[in-house]
């Protein structure tokens, strides 16, 4: 009685329509179907029957769960996956807990039921994928706020509010806004520390213009990023294993110090991935340290902090002390743990010449040298005796001295390695340059120029940190800025807005436009496309504006609507390719590809002419659900451009706007809703 009394609404041969009488039989049985491609009044039946209790099976998409509060005893997924559009996967935890949650009814079940149907062996899910499902985190909230070319020319119409307020208030910002108080703190604690950097008084030195160590940290910074860069080169080339023994002389810079200092190889390279190697090495320190001033110190008492006092030898006076009688764990390797027996860092003295036994992370190792030197590896690690470390460091201080006070030769990788490629050929070439000029500086010399050069180079690092910090409370760290003002510069283009962001006539019909894309549809009716067309003809055209399924059958036009058709895709192809010259991420096919859709011109234009819905059913694969709906979307096109045609004065338009969208406004696609009326 229900379902005749709510589809005698509809007129004559639509109540006849196969999917009214379809439903029609399966709710009579108290078998509901719901899904997008059903007609409105069809869906409507089957919801109020569904929330009266009197359809006992209901086959729904995720649609049904999401939108209509009707909670059922049980709920059995005929999958766990899902077409998502391009693909099929698995549900998300918040799809799976929004249609799960609607098992159990309120006052009438204890508890509700859930049941996941696998229909073959190849269809159980796994452990993993089904725990992931049921118990696995929701899905972290993106922003979708995106600029549009009628949201720019809105917000440019008025004086209140700027794009830029705008795009601070979007989702997309929140969590920089969130940080943006803690931000300008810092940046205002940066600002005073770098205005007392500059009351305090310069940097003296006694070798020259005090300017000239600010070159000095120049030309060394660039010299250690082209050292970094080569050095990556070198270690990702096929030698790297053979050049990296025991015994090969490399180039150590901690963090702050001025230039490198030599070092021999003793172990590595160790640890879980690449980035985070790190080498033992038996290093050559430029300035005169004590040991107390090595990070962790030796860990041991002393006259010269190596335990080379005559108390810790022993009789044959060859061997350290039993202070030295400490395992350290370098890493894992492929035999199993690498142990030294010390404490690391490690310093001492050797006929006045100061060494450091230390290890060092990847990053501060900045070169390896062609030389190399002979090192009994067990006497200095696992023995330690004192002959091995007098042997090692004469030898390096044999290797520095021969280059003095230019640092070892590098391993050439054009040379030396056989890389044949011209960026790294002209990057060892700067290097060599700037290798070569800064022994030249009287900076070089200065026994202070560690100290000097961490100055410089705090000062800087600092002047970085505020200039950052300022970019990033500033307008210009909005992540949609830049996109913004390409879209001003297309409208800019197109005579939208004048140079001076003043929006133009072509601006104000653009804000008209709400369905559509607005920079295609104002050119299209500013470019009288719709002037030679009857009002069904220019409501089919427009349907393309607001058909969004792509697998629509091809349509068959009339040589009219085809000749319009190809008019507007040049029109859209202009436009595509307009933006990609700007900058924006996109090409003449893809925007013509996602603004337009002539799927249902034929549809629109035999619907227009007054033939019944039954006999344009079949001409498109395009569910009747759907066709209403496009036929809807269109009713509120054709009112913008109506309004839009007002507002230029073009009373012809106006009046085709108006017929046509009387044509369309008929029958089954605008019958009145069950749930107001």
Not at 2 to 20: E, I, Y
Not at 575 to 601: C, H, I, K, W
Request: charged residues 20%; hydrophobic residues 45%; proline residues 5%.
């Amino acid at each position: 009685m229900f379902c005749n009394t709510a589809f005698s609404r509809l007129k004559g041969s639509d109540r006849h329509l196969p999917q009214v009488e379809r439903i029609s039989e399966l709710l009579r049985r108290g078998i509901g179907v719901h899904h997008a491609g059903l007609l409105p009044i069809v869906k409507e039946v089957v919801e109020m029957l569904f929330c009266s209790g009197l359809i006992r099976v209901l086959f729904s998409t995720e649609t049904f769960a999401m939108g209509v509060n009707a909670p059922a005893r049980t709920v059995a997924f005929h999958a766990l996956k899902k077409h998502d559009g391009r693909s099929f996967r698995m549900l998300l935890p918040g799809e799976y807990t929004q249609m799960a949650g609607r098992a159990g009814r309120r006052g009438l079940d204890k508890f509700g039921t859930v049941i996941i149907c696998c229909w073959d062996n190849d269809e159980v899910p796994s452990e993993v994928d089904l725990r992931r499902v049921l118990t696995g985190k929701a899905t972290k909230l993106e922003s979708q706020f995106r600029l549009s070319y009628a949201m720019i020319l809105n917000l440019l119409r008025v004086e209140d509010l700027t794009v830029e307020d705008m795009l601070k208030r979007s989702f997309a910002e929140a969590h920089a806004q969130r940080l943006l108080p803690q931000q300008q703190k810092m940046l205002q604690a940066g600002e005073e520390s770098l205005a007392q950097l500059a009351n305090a008084e310069p940097i003296s030195c006694i070798l020259g213009d005090p300017s000239l160590i600010e070159h000095y940290y120049d030309v060394a910074s660039e010299a250690r990023e082209l050292d970094a860069a080569l050095h990556d080169v070198v270690m990702r080339s096929r030698q790297a294993t053979q050049l990296l023994t025991p015994g090969r002389v490399v180039l150590v810079q901690p963090a702050q110090t001025a230039s490198p200092h030599v070092a021999a190889l003793l172990k590595g390279p160790f640890g879980p991935t690449p980035a985070k190697h790190s080498f033992l090495v038996l290093s050559l320190p430029k300035a005169q340290h004590s040991a107390a001033d090595a990070v962790g110190g030796s860990g041991e008492g002393g006259e010269d902090g190596m335990g080379h006092g005559a108390e810790r030898r022993e009789e044959d006076g060859s061997r350290m002390g039993r202070s030295f009688n400490h395992v350290t764990v370098l890493g894992t390797g492929p035999n199993g743990p690498i142990v030294v027996n010390m404490r690391l860092p490690h310093q001492g003295t050797v006929a006045g010449t100061c060494y450091m036994v230390e290890q060092i992370p990847a990053a501060q190792l900045v070169g390896v040298c062609r030389a190399k030197v002979a090192l009994d590896v067990p006497s200095l690690l696992e023995e330690v005796r004192v002959p091995a470390y007098a042997a090692a460091v004469q030898a390096l201080v044999q290797v520095r001295e021969e280059c003095a006070p230019a640092d070892p030769p590098l391993i050439d990788p054009i040379k030396d390695l056989k890389i044949a490629d011209s960026a790294t050929a002209t990057m060892h070439k700067r290097q060599l340059a700037l290798r070569e000029l800064l022994p030249r500086s009287p900076c070089h010399a200065c026994h202070r120029l560690d100290k000097h050069y961490a100055a410089v180079a705090s000062r800087r690092h600092l002047s970085q940190q505020v200039e950052q910090l300022k970019a990033m409370t500033s307008d210009q760290a909005l992540q949609q800025l830049p996109d913004f003002h390409l879209r001003v510069e297309v409208l800019q283009t197109l005579a939208f807005i004048d140079s001076d962001r003043i929006v133009q006539l072509k601006g104000r019909v653009a804000c008209e436009m709400n369905s559509a894309d607005e920079l295609l549809a104002t050119e299209c009716l500013l470019h009288h496309h719709l002037a030679a067309l009857s009002p069904p003809e220019a409501v089919a055209l427009l349907s393309a504006f607001v058909f969004q399924q792509k697998d629509a059958s091809p349509p068959q036009l009339t040589p009219e609507l085809a000749h319009a058709r190809n008019k507007l895709l040049d029109l859209a192809y202009f436009l595509g390719d307009l933006q990609r010259r700007v900058g924006l991420p996109t090409s003449a096919e893809e925007y013509a590809a996602a603004t337009l859709n002539f799927g249902l011109m034929e549809v629109v234009y035999e619907w227009a002419l007054g033939t019944p819905f039954a006999d344009i059913c079949p001409l498109t694969n395009v569910a009747e659900g759907t066709i209403v709906r496009t036929i809807l979307r269109l009713d509120e096109t054709c009112r913008e451009f109506r309004n839009a045609a007002r507002l230029l004065g073009n009373a012809e338009l106006m009046a085709t706007m108006e017929a046509g969208s009387a044509a369309i406004k008929r029958d089954i696609v605008f019958a009145a809703s069950l749930y107001v009326s």
